[in-house]
């Protein structure tokens, strides 16, 4: 059953409709695998997106997760009596999406179990004798089912405020009325069911985070913690406990710790200083790996086989207990990409918000593989927010972070730190001239700045004798430019020197963006937050584009093809051929629930149309399929 499931998941014909380019990993918070078929994994991120493999991790499929993007996953199961059933707990914003969700179709459909909606769930235990037997660690206490999920019981006081959140959970093996929790105040046990809690911190730092608690399998009084403070070991079920040294000689973070099934006595630690392994049952420890690992799968029948869910690397598979372990994350993305780039014929995007896999990546095949070119460090350390090559593609690079703008005359394998000439406000865009190899415009909440010189020197634009406008977004196409502000546009046709308002499409809405044909005269798209607009006379004059009221996020004009345009609205994309009168929507196959934040084609490769995605990473789709026989067709949007 689990196997058809996932080849139904899996499945590919002849159409593929839109494909998921990556740069793939990105941070994963947990893993899990199927006892019955190894080669089955599930993958979770912890800002709510869910994958799966069913070839061993060589390749990854998304599942559509109710509470993706919008929760914060703490905790994933998945029943080894029942590999199709997962559960997965989230604390959320909205608290009518906190609590545990529950699929018993391999993600196919989801519930939110009734006796904890609303409640943020920051940690899943098991039973081993009994997989339907789970514990669940709410904001606000220990609950406990014993009928795998249809009815809960909070166990623990609901007066003790000590007591609670509950961010660890784990059984005795032996006994199910022993159960450790762990709080961002110290460790709690009870050896009746509930009905008792004791604090067991004896020998503990004060107001250690517990973030993972462990009983040996082979010896139920000896147990392991995890904290913020380091790792500690009981000989006493917790009546006290000493802490480990050299996990890794001081304190750090220490996510999960866990014993080798094959061979209880190694224990691994998964810290924020590195993957650690001790051979000694704890005694003595050495650092087996440098990744941040959050969570790890054992192969049920493979000794030594793990696969790790990283911070920082994705998904990593060993077969050597973490000595040495290789990324696979084909189709498993996780990353925030502000922009995609394209110079020379290549395609460059960011992954910014990562400790060490973050940086530049550069395609030189439209997207089929990525290399990293420059790493963080190679960055100044600083989040490229936005990249932009001088002239038409061919020049030097640009790239802009939060404190300074930066330049690359080798392709972005080498960065010169050039400064910040918007006095630390939010920097907004970074846009070339086309055709001229030297100027460039950044624009940023206080104001728009103009470079002749390829960076070296900014200059703030004038706008109405006003340099410190406020901008929120800058868009530029041909030979205009547009910025908008909070209640007005603003245009520019002489590389940013003159500055002339135009009108908005309505004065009570966002702009998202606007897509400028052919400069001045040609016609202009302004996605909002009352739809799709389209001006032929140079704004003075603004029509509803044809696609239904409703915030529209993004639009495009094609580099090559006069009539041809995209847009955005509600992840839907929707494409014009006839200069956005009349829009359709394209085929959603490859899509599903993805949330699409902007469009881009590369002039060189005409038929690709991309899209940078929230967290999911770039997609493509042919669009010379529309109306093949073997291929899509739009469906009218009227």
């Known amino acids: ?71 914060t996953v703490h905790a994933m199961l998945l029943d080894p009596a029942h590999p199709a059933t997962w559960y997965i707990g989230v604390s959320t914003e909205d608290a009518s999406l906190a609590g545990i969700f529950k699929t018993e179709d391999s993600g196919a459909t989801w519930k939110l179990l009734p006796g904890m909606k ?64 762990g709080t961002p105040h110290l460790p709690w046990k009870t050896s009746d069911g509930g009905k008792n809690w004791h604090s067991i911190h004896s020998g503990m730092i004060d107001d250690s985070d517990v973030f993972s608690v462990h009983v040996d399998m082979t010896k139920p009084d000896h147990v392991f913690a995890s904290a913020c403070s380091g790792i500690y070991r009981s000989g006493d079920a917790g009546g006290r406990w000493a802490k480990m040294m050299g996990v890794p000689r001081s304190s750090r973070r220490t996510y999960i710790i866990t014993q080798d099934p094959f061979t209880p006595s190694i224990i691994y630690a998964g810290t924020s200083s590195g993957f650690w392994q001790s051979s000694n049952s704890g005694d003595t420890w050495k650092m087996v790996s440098s990744h941040i690992v959050k969570s790890i799968a054992f192969h049920p029948k493979t000794e030594g086989e793990l696969y790790l869910a990283t911070d920082d690397a994705g998904i990593l598979v060993t077969h050597d207990r973490g000595v040495t372990s290789k990324a696979i994350n084909e189709g ?16 460059y995007t960011s992954s910014i918000y990562e400790l060490k896999d973050g940086g530049i990546y550069k395609s030189a095949n439209h997207g089929n593989s990525w290399d990293r070119i420059a790493t963080p460090a190679q960055l100044h350390n600083e989040n490229i927010l936005a990249m932009t090559s001088l002239g038409q593609g061919k020049g030097p690079l640009l790239a802009v972070g ?9 392709g972005g394998r080498t960065w010169l730190r050039l400064g910040h000439p918007w006095g630390g406000s939010k920097m907004v865009g970074l846009r070339n001239w086309t055709g001229d190899s030297k100027t460039a415009l950044l624009a940023s909440s206080n104001g728009i700045f103009v470079t002749r010189d390829g960076g070296a020197v900014w200059k703030a634009a004038k706008v109405k004798g006003d340099s410190t406008l406020a901008v929120r977004s800058i868009y530029a196409s041909g030979t205009s430019a547009v910025v908008a502000t909070t209640g007005a546009l603003f ?9 002339s308002p135009f009108s908005r499409p309505r004065e009570d809405s966002e702009i998202y963006d606007l897509a400028l044909r052919g400069g ?46 995209y847009a955005v609205q509600y992840g839907r994309v929707y494409r014009s051929i006839d200069g956005g009168i009349v829009w359709n929507p ?7 629930g993805v949330t699409i934040r902007s469009l881009a084609i590369d ?23 529309i109306g093949r026989p073997d291929g899509p067709e739009t469906v009218p949007s009227h």
């Open 1 to 71: 059953m689990m196997r058809s499931l996932f080849f139904f998941f899996l499945s590919w014909n002849a159409f593929a409709g839109w494909q998921s380019i990556g740069p793939f990993g990105g941070a994963a918070e947990a893993i899990a695998i199927n006892p019955a078929d190894p080669a089955n994994l599930v993958a979770a991120t912890r800002n709510g997106l869910v994958y799966i493999s069913g070839d061993a991790g060589r390749s990854w499929k998304d599942i559509r997760f109710p509470a993706q993007l919008t929760s």
């Open 118 to 181: 609303g409640t943020s769930v920051y940690s899943l235990s098991f039973w081993q004798k009994d997989s339907s037997v789970i514990a669940a660690g709410g904001e606000d206490g220990v609950y406990l089912t014993k009928d795998s999920g249809e009815n809960w019981q909070r166990i623990s006081p609901n007066t003790n405020r000590d007591l609670q959140p509950i961010t660890a959970l784990t059984f005795d093996p032996g006994n199910s009325e022993v159960i450790y929790a």
């Open 332 to 347: 498993f993305v996780n990353r925030h990409l502000p922009q995609i780039s394209f110079a020379d014929g290549a395609m």
């Open 402 to 410: 939060f404190e300074n703008i930066l330049k690359s005359s080798d």
């Open 491 to 499: 245009i520019s046709t002489d590389a940013g020197t003159a500055w």
């Open 520 to 565: 001045p005269n040609g016609a202009i798209l302004a996605a909002t937050s009352h739809g799709l607009f389209r001006s032929i006379d140079q704004a003075k004059t603004w029509k509803s584009a044809g696609i239904e009221a409703g915030t529209v996020s993004s639009v495009i004009w094609h580099p090559s093809r006069a009539a041809e345009a």
């Open 586 to 592: 394209l085929e959603r196959k490859g899509m599903e």
């Open 603 to 625: 002039a060189t490769l005409p038929d690709r149309l991309f899209v940078l995605t929230a967290s999911r990473g770039i997609f493509w789709y042919d669009v010379s399929t």
